[in-house]
Structure formats: structure tokens, C-alpha cells
Nanobody
Framework: QVQLVESGGGLVQAGGSLRLSCAAS????????MGWYRQAPGKQRELVAVATSGGDTYYADSVKGRFTISRDNAKKTVHLQMNSLKPEDTAVYYCNAGGVITVRGAYDYWGQGTQVTVSS
């Protein structure tokens, strides 16, 4: 079993910054992708940013230049630095671990979600 524990959400004014963190624990050999998704009320969950074990990163167009994802493979953590926040960034942010290699095979896992609210 793999657990993802998130922290760092909260309420911030537009133009402000927040840093989300996610730590993976449990029994596994490696994690291919670690990233962040978000889901706003009434909308589908969408990819925000992802970092691969090889160091590649991907960002949704809506956050490019404002958000930065970083990953520490040794510590099994991923962080999302969010700057210049906008009200439309308001959502529940979910940590995702994709392609987690366990003794039973490869699986994806999700964190419990952390609320980010940006006031105008």
C-alpha cells in the first residue's frame, strides 16, 4: 500500500503565493511520475503539473510561468510552488503518483486533496 500525504493549502489573496508538498510512503520500488491535479467545483479534475523520475516536467498552459514543480526522488516528495495566484486557481489540489512499481505491479495513487482558495 502506498500513501500520499499533502500539505500546504490554504487561503491567499490574488497575486500571492502558496507551496504545496506531497510525501509518499509505503511499500514500493519506484515512482515514475509525481504530480498535481486540481478540481474546481462543477469542473472535471485537470492536470496541473507533473515531474518524471528522469527529471522531465510538464505544465498545463494555464499555470506556465507561475507554478513550478520540483521533485526529490530520494525523499519521495514533490512540491508545487504557486506564484501570482489567481481566483481561477481556486480548487482542491490532489497529489498523484503514477506508475508506482510494487511487488504486485504498477499502480497509480492519489492523495486526499488540499483546498486552495484565492480571493480577489
Amino acid at each position: 500500500q502506498v500513501q500520499l500525504v499533502e500539505s500546504g493549502g490554504g487561503l491567499v489573496q490574488a497575486g500571492g503565493s502558496l507551496r504545496l508538498s506531497c510525501a509518499a510512503s509505503g511499500s514500493f520500488f519506484s515512482i515514475n511520475r509525481m504530480g498535481w491535479y486540481r478540481q474546481a467545483p462543477g469542473k472535471q479534475r485537470e492536470l496541473v503539473a507533473v515531474a518524471t523520475s528522469g527529471g522531465d516536467t510538464y505544465y498545463a498552459d494555464s499555470v506556465k510561468g507561475r507554478f513550478t514543480i520540483s521533485r526529490d526522488n530520494a525523499k519521495k516528495t514533490v512540491h508545487l510552488q504557486m506564484n501570482s495566484l489567481k481566483p481561477e486557481d481556486t480548487a482542491v489540489y490532489y497529489c498523484n503518483a503514477g506508475g508506482v512499481i510494487t511487488v504486485r505491479g504498477a499502480y497509480d495513487y492519489w492523495g486526499q486533496g488540499t483546498q486552495v482558495t484565492v480571493s480577489s
